[in-house]
Antibody, heavy 121, light 108 residues
Framework: EVQLVETGGGLIQPGGSLRLSCAASGFTVSSRYMNWVRQAPGKGLEWVSIIYSGGYTSHADSVKGRFTISRDSSKNTVYLQMNSLRAEDTAVYYC???????????????WGQGTLVTVSS | EIVLTQSPGTLSLSPGERGTLSCRASQSVSSSNLAWYQQKPGQAPRLLIYGASSRATGIPDRFSGSGSGTDFTLTISRLEPEDFAVYYCQQYGSSSWTFGQGTKVDIK
């Protein structure tokens, strides 16, 4: 059974850093396209980052240069390093596994329960 | 970036009624790479439809998707109590992937 468990959220001051973790089970993260998607309180969904099975990464313009996605195959875990955090980064952050084909790299068929990040002084 | 606009913002219906949700793209969505998700309060989104019209595993056949190019539709043939939720469309044919702003289906 596929499971994704996010941890690492919390309250952080503007300008601070935080690292989110997504522990996966039931599959190997290095063989799949793994994403982070966020949702601000009461708002819609926004794609944030992807790490492809080959290791290539891509980020939304809104976080480029501040956020970095990575993975540790030995721990079967995906990470999101968030630096220079702003109030507008406040959101629930979901880890999501995409489909098998490259054409489905952005099709999210499994989601974690999410972890809340609050950026406030 | 492809902008997706969903309508209506809120759809008020009774159980047993038919619901029709619209999603319009600012430019053509390649290969009909359009998905629909359902989200209930406090839960993660759940994939309903991919490829504009294919149901994901375990999704009841009262959910159907249609459309191509820039205009897409999600239809719920007969609303069950558990279907009252927010629905999002998403394009995954052109990175960066984008979502619509959502349609809330609530009980009339």
């Amino acid at each position: 059974e596929v499971q994704l468990v996010e941890t690492g959220g919390g309250l952080i001051q503007p300008g601070g850093s935080l690292r989110l973790s997504c522990a996966a089970s039931g599959f190997t993260v290095s063989s799949r396209y793994m994403n982070w998607v966020r949702q601000a309180p009461g708002k819609g969904l926004e794609w944030v980052s992807i790490i492809y099975s080959g290791g290539y990464t891509s980020h939304a313009d809104s976080v480029k240069g501040r956020f970095t996605i990575s993975r540790d195959s030995s721990k079967n875990t995906v990470y999101l390093q968030m630096n220079s955090l702003r109030a507008e980064d406040t959101a629930v952050y979901y880890c999501a596994r995409a489909g098998e084909a490259l054409a489905a790299a952005g099709l999210f068929n499994y989601w974690g329960q999410g972890t809340l990040v609050t950026v406030s002084s | 970036e492809i902008v997706l606009t969903q309508s209506p913002g809120t759809l008020s219906l009774s159980p047993g009624e038919r619901g029709t949700l619209s999603c319009r793209a600012s430019q053509s969505v390649s290969s009909s790479n359009l998905a629909w998700y359902q989200q209930k309060p406090g839960q993660a989104p759940r994939l309903l439809i991919y490829g504009a019209s294919s149901r994901a595993t375990g999704i009841p056949d009262r959910f159907s998707g249609s459309g191509s190019g820039t205009d897409f539709t999600l239809t719920i043939s007969r609303l069950e109590p558990e279907d009252f939720a927010v629905y999002y469309c998403q394009q995954y044919g052109s990175s960066s992937w984008t979502f619509g702003q959502g349609t809330k289906v609530d009980i009339k």
